[in-house]
């Protein structure tokens, strides 16, 4: 069984239980966040039980430790992946100043995770007549309210834009204003293990080619 690490000092029992729980609904089921810490308080506390659910930065902590516990050299080639995918729909989003953000930009993806990107741009109409235009089947769902996007739109990255043996990943872009990419990241991670891009918290074009650059020469 997956236990929690001893990194995060100061924190009780439960808590870094509940962490370690939902760390291993994320990667193994696919669960958010919400739903992962959700279902982790029922395991560890029992169903209808209260309390304090553990941070978002614990679960990821946990997580990263899981992956590299059980992932290994597989979970690397998944990450070059979907780094590869995601730079690949950058190019081919090029005009709307794309970043890359997430679990696949810091590390924490797994097979289930989709790609996310923010488009700077101050018309989402636009994205979404270039898409039409090129022919590429989208949804547009409900932003994020905090997340200051004008809309979401959720696509399966077409295959001639890469080319993958399995399933080609889903993705997320977010549409931002042009000035959006003026503010700080939300998410910028402080695990000193990972690179300075991989904790940026956002990447454009040129920082996801170095991160993959850098991967390809380990």
């Not at 516990?69 to 730079?87: I, N, Q």
């Not at 007549?129 to 959720?154: K, Q």
């Not at 696509?155 to 080319?163: K, N, T």
Request: hydrophobic fraction near 45%; charged fraction near 25%.
């Amino acid at each position: 069984m997956f236990r929690p690490g001893s990194e995060a000092e100061g924190r009780d029992e439960l808590t870094l239980e509940m962490a370690a729980a939902a760390a291993r609904l994320i990667a193994e089921d696919g669960c958010d966040y919400a739903t992962a810490k959700r279902k982790a308080a029922e395991l560890v506390l029992g169903s209808g039980a209260r309390g304090r659910w553990p941070e978002n930065d614990l679960v990821e902590t946990e997580l990263r430790r899981y992956l590299r516990t059980f992932g290994g050299p597989a979970h690397a080639a998944l990450l070059a992946e979907l780094r590869g995918a995601a730079l690949a729909l950058m190019e081919y989003l090029a005009a709307f100043n794309p970043h890359l953000v997430g679990a696949v930009l810091n590390g924490t993806a797994t097979e289930h995770s989709a790609l996310h990107l923010h488009l700077f741009t101050d018309s989402a109409k636009d994205v979404e007549m270039f898409l039409l235009n090129e022919g590429v089947r989208f949804a547009v769902e409900e932003a994020d309210e905090a997340s200051g996007a004008l809309e979401c739109i959720r696509l399966r990255v077409p295959r001639r834009v890469f080319r993958a043996a399995g399933a080609a990943p889903q993705a997320v872009l977010s549409v931002l204003p042009t000035d959006a990419v003026r503010v700080a990241a939300r998410f910028r991670s402080s695990d000193e293990t990972l690179s300075p891009i991989e904790r940026s918290g956002r990447a454009g074009i040129a920082a996801v080619r170095a991160l993959l650059a850098a991967a390809d020469g380990q």
